[in-house]
């Protein structure tokens, strides 16, 4: 399991450490929502110390194909958090509880 990516690694023997979290912007370019969104991940995730990353719809055809109408898309551990409009303090949350 050590060789697998954060984003399929989460279990239980983790806890509650938002360390081990991982969040993922998906997003395309030119996108004002997906830019509102990237700056509460930026702030919230900073403050926590939560690793984040951002990957492009447009370079990728199963992004696309799943979440081309709710873009900007925030996945949490690889799971679906929200889209649209990012809400600080849910996100806080989802990465503090487990």
Not at 85 to 97: G, I, M, P, Q, S
């Amino acid at each position: 399991m050590a060789d697998m990516s954060p984003i399929f690694r989460r279990n239980h023997t983790q806890g509650r450490d938002p360390r081990n979290r991982l969040v993922t912007l998906v997003r395309k370019p030119g996108c004002h929502l997906c830019d509102d969104a990237q700056a509460v991940i930026e702030k919230v995730c900073g403050e926590l110390g939560v690793p984040w990353e951002q990957k492009d719809i447009t370079e990728d055809e199963e992004l696309h194909r799943r979440y081309w109408e709710q873009i900007p898309v925030v996945l949490v551990d690889g799971a679906q958090h929200t889209f649209w409009r990012v809400n600080e303090e849910r996100l806080r949350k989802a990465l503090t509880h487990d």
